[in-house]
């Protein structure tokens, strides 16, 4: 996978008053590790949201930062938003060392087609959206891609232990966890499925006998024995 480079400028600008940075479309960050001091850094936006586009929270990125001689590989390991408006408004970076392993969780993409989703009318359902991994940080990978292609019956699986990570990463998650499944909605469900709608608009159900006067009658007695 080609190097994610990111560039950043020393930040001095703090607390409340980084407000006005992001006026400017600049996002304050931090970043630290367990072999440095922390960092206060601020990216350019549209820089620092290709490269969280390409890396997500899961590969590493390499951060040069104005002023200091070596880049510091990272990885992205807490990223705000806006509440409503959803843009970045701050990330904290973890520096690595390239000889210890890092565990993150990776994001799993399904690819190819099932032929079983197709043949007999089965539904692919994607059980695990994300795997935990680990690997030195040069291993680590922004997405697992699963082909769902050799599945061609209902009750066909994919499982942890089906997959073969790329070298260097190890998956985390326990073997038998199923991961993407061939299934179908029974005809029984279907079946419920309408009636409740159907129950919940008010189509079904005995109609209401109403009075002259638009009330509904009321039920006549029994006689008493």
Not at 11 to 17: A, D, E, F, L, Y
Not at 132 to 159: C, Q, R, Y
Request: hydrophobic residues 40%.
């Amino acid at each position: 996978m080609e190097a994610i480079t990111l560039h950043a400028e020393p930040r001095t600008v703090i607390g409340k008053h980084v407000k006005h940075l992001r006026h400017q479309n600049i996002i304050p960050g931090v970043i630290y590790g367990r072999h440095i001091d922390p960092i206060a850094v601020q990216f350019d936006q549209r820089e620092l949201n290709a490269a969280l586009g390409q890396a997500g929270t899961s590969a590493a990125v390499q951060v040069t930062v104005t002023g200091r001689e070596e880049p510091y590989l990272t990885i992205f390991r807490s990223i705000q938003h806006h509440a409503i408006r959803r843009v970045i408004t701050h990330v904290d970076l973890q520096a690595l060392s390239l000889t210890e392993t890092v565990r993150v969780q990776v994001n799993v993409v399904v690819v190819g087609e099932a032929p079983a989703t197709e043949e007999d009318e089965g539904v692919l359902i994607q059980l695990l959206n994300e795997l935990n991994i680990e690997a030195l940080p040069t291993a680590l990978i922004a997405s697992l891609e699963i082909d769902v292609s050799g599945l061609t019956e209902i009750g066909d699986t994919i499982t942890v232990g089906d997959i073969t990570p790329p070298e260097g990463v190890t998956i985390l998650n326990a073997a038998d966890e199923t991961i993407v499944q061939v299934t179908y909605v029974a005809e029984e469900e279907l079946e419920e499925e309408i009636a409740a709608d159907e129950e919940e608009l008010g189509l079904l159900g005995e109609p209401v006998l109403v009075g002259e006067e638009g009330e509904p009658e009321e039920a006549e007695e029994e006689d008493e024995e």
